[in-house]
């Protein structure tokens, strides 16, 4: 692993080297910012994704929290699969003014997110995923067709290959030539996997194929990493999909995948205990919510939801909503206590850091706004529904009082990254019985232990 990790280092080096006479061009102008990005930077990497150099241009500076001195463009690497439309941010720097760096902070594990059409994302993605005009355009096709010639001459080998082994095998065990079939049939299959040419025979690939031909599942709260796992053929890798319980459950997740290290690593880990915090007069979280159409699925994990439009703002930085899910129990606990269910509220702001509301539900009456979620739950796993004429509206989510604690932690499923603002509302909600019996079906149990708190502060409304 040490080459690879030394190329990327040398990589992002010379990207960052590149960037300090960039050509940049807006991608977009809104009230207060500037998003620009470097053409001259796009380019393919190893794994045929599309690699770009990016930034937003503020008006006014912003307070960094960490070296408590203000900067006024953030400049990020990042990485785009044009296929499926996902995005991750590779490395971060910050910028006092034009050519004055702050700080810089490489990614340890970046973050798959999907692009959504019509937001900010989505202008990015569009322009570095655009076809390169004139002859670069024509070279590329031609490059894309002569590897599509090359694969199906190895697969017509492999056939013949694999056809010639199983007339020689048929004819050792049947003496009657008439017995031999002029095709393989059912029972000529058996010895497949005894020869190695089977692997790359046309069942794999076409089974490969069917699920290209599905709609990307985009888990928003799992960050990607199933999303990759889900488009893959599951016999053709080694790894296990983590899970909630057994020999896939929480205290296996470090060992399952290496970007998975830091669920077993990790000093700021979520969820934990809230207790002993400091009782603070907190600045109140600034909820824009609004009624929006919604997309839910079940991802094999916990029924989530994607909403557009509404934001957070704490501390001068905004935050937006870009879906919710639910715990059964509570993942996290309150000087000990443990809820019947929790909402966990994703939001994104647009430098790619992450904050997460946490509203507690308890047993009581039955809540409107899960109830629509229960009535256009999808009768099949990773697909999604859309009502077409329906809104909700996030903000009935939300207690009426909006008191808070907030810690660091970290994302509660994997990669488990770090670096996670989480604010868990003091006031629960109520969920019916009958609206917990039905999610209770679905999932017993889909939480992860609690992790140790590492003498970590914690902040509470008073």
């Given at each position: 692993?040490?080459?690879?990790?030394?190329?990327?280092?040398?990589?992002?080096?010379?990207?960052?080297?590149?960037?300090?006479?960039?050509?940049?061009?807006?991608?977009?102008?809104?009230?207060?910012k500037r998003i620009e990005i470097d053409r001259a930077s796009v380019r393919k990497d190893?794994?045929?994704?599309?690699?770009?150099?990016?930034?937003?241009?503020?008006?006014?500076?912003?307070?960094?929290?960490?070296?408590?001195?203000?900067?006024?463009?953030?400049?990020?690497?990042?990485?785009?699969?044009?296929?499926?439309?996902?995005?991750?941010?590779?490395?971060?720097?910050?910028?006092?003014?034009?050519?004055?760096?702050?700080?810089?902070?490489?990614?340890?594990?970046?973050?798959?997110?999907?692009?959504?059409?019509?937001?900010?994302d989505d202008k990015l993605l569009r322009n570095v995923c655009r076809p390169k005009p004139?002859?670069?355009?024509?070279?590329?096709?031609?490059?894309?067709?002569?590897?599509?010639?090359?694969?199906?001459?190895?697969?017509?080998?492999?056939?013949?290959?694999?056809?010639?082994?199983?007339?020689?095998?048929?004819?050792?065990?049947?003496?009657?030539?008439?017995?031999?079939?002029?095709?393989?049939?059912?029972?000529?299959?058996?010895?497949?996997?005894?020869?190695?040419?089977?692997?790359?025979?046309?069942?794999?690939?076409?089974?490969?194929?069917?699920?290209?031909?599905?709609?990307?599942?985009?888990?928003?709260?799992?960050?990607?990493?199933?999303?990759?796992?889900?488009?893959?053929?599951?016999?053709?890798?080694?790894?296990?999909?983590?899970?909630?319980?057994?020999?896939?459950?929480?205290e296996q997740w470090g060992r399952m995948k290496p970007e998975y290290a830091t669920c077993?690593?990790?000093?700021?880990?979520?969820?934990?205990?809230?207790?002993?915090?400091?009782?603070?007069?907190?600045?109140?979280?600034?909820?824009?919510?609004?009624?929006?159409?919604?997309?839910?699925?079940?991802?094999?994990?916990?029924?989530?939801?994607?909403?557009?439009?509404?934001?957070?703002?704490?501390?001068?930085?905004?935050?937006?909503?870009?879906?919710?899910?639910?715990?059964?129990?509570?993942?996290?606990?309150?000087?000990?206590?443990?809820?019947?269910?929790?909402?966990?509220?994703?939001?994104?702001?647009?430098?790619?850091?992450?904050?997460?509301?946490?509203?507690?539900?308890?047993?009581?009456?039955?809540?409107?706004?899960?109830?629509?979620?229960?009535?256009?739950?999808?009768?099949?796993?990773?697909?999604?529904?859309?009502?077409?004429?329906?809104?909700?509206?996030?903000?009935?989510?939300?207690?009426?009082?909006?008191?808070?604690?907030?810690?660091?932690?970290?994302?509660?499923?994997?990669?488990?990254?770090?670096?996670?603002?989480?604010?868990?509302?003091?006031?629960?909600?109520?969920?019916?019985?009958?609206?917990?019996?039905?999610?209770?079906?679905?999932?017993?149990?889909?939480?992860?232990?609690?992790?140790?708190?590492?003498?970590?502060?914690?902040?509470?409304?008073?």
């Amino acid at each position: 692993m040490f080459p690879v990790r030394r190329l990327m280092a040398v990589g992002l080096m010379a990207l960052t080297s590149v960037s300090a006479s960039a050509a940049w061009q807006a991608v977009s102008s809104e009230p207060g910012k500037r998003i620009e990005i470097d053409r001259a930077s796009v380019r393919k990497d190893d794994s045929g994704k599309t690699v770009a150099l990016g930034r937003i241009v503020l008006e006014k500076p912003i307070v960094d929290a960490k070296t408590s001195s203000p900067y006024r463009i953030v400049q990020a690497l990042n990485r785009y699969d044009c296929t499926v439309r996902t995005f991750s941010t590779l490395k971060r720097s910050y910028f006092k003014e034009e050519g004055e760096l702050l700080r810089e902070e490489d990614i340890r594990t970046p973050i798959e997110m999907p692009v959504r059409t019509g937001m900010l994302d989505d202008k990015l993605l569009r322009n570095v995923c655009r076809p390169k005009p004139g002859q670069d355009a024509t070279l590329a096709a031609s490059h894309t067709a002569d590897k599509v010639n090359d694969a199906a001459g190895e697969l017509r080998k492999a056939n013949e290959a694999l056809i010639q082994k199983e007339l020689k095998h048929a004819s050792m065990q049947t003496p009657a030539p008439e017995k031999t079939p002029p095709e393989p049939k059912a029972k000529t299959n058996a010895p497949v996997e005894q020869h190695p040419a089977a692997k790359e025979a046309p069942p794999p690939v076409t089974t490969h194929a069917v699920k290209k031909s599905r709609p990307p599942v985009r888990s928003f709260a799992r960050h990607m990493p199933e999303v990759e796992e889900a488009h893959a053929p599951v016999a053709a890798h080694g790894h296990a999909h983590w899970g909630y319980e057994g020999e896939n459950g929480p205290e296996q997740w470090g060992r399952m995948k290496p970007e998975y290290a830091t669920c077993l690593n990790g000093k700021r880990q979520s969820p934990i205990d809230i207790r002993d915090g400091f009782r603070v007069d907190l600045e109140p979280i600034q909820f824009t919510y609004r009624p929006s159409q919604f997309r839910i699925i079940d991802n094999g994990h916990t029924i989530q939801v994607a909403v557009s439009g509404n934001r957070i703002s704490l501390l001068g930085n905004s935050y937006e909503l870009v879906q919710f899910h639910f715990h059964r129990p509570s993942e996290e606990r309150v000087n000990g206590r443990t809820f019947d269910m929790v909402a966990h509220l994703v939001h994104k702001a647009e430098d790619g850091r992450l904050a997460v509301v946490a509203v507690l539900l308890e047993k009581g009456n039955e809540h409107p706004l899960i109830q629509t979620l229960w009535n256009n739950l999808p009768l099949e796993k990773n697909d999604y529904v859309t009502p077409p004429d329906l809104v909700i509206d996030p903000t009935q989510l939300l207690p009426q009082e909006r008191g808070y604690y907030t810690y660091m932690g970290s994302l509660t499923t994997p990669p488990c990254t770090e670096g996670v603002l989480w604010l868990v509302m003091k006031q629960p909600q109520q969920i019916s019985p009958e609206q917990l019996s039905i999610f209770s079906r679905l999932y017993r149990d889909n939480v992860r232990p609690i992790q140790p708190q590492f003498s970590r502060m914690i902040k509470e409304s008073r």
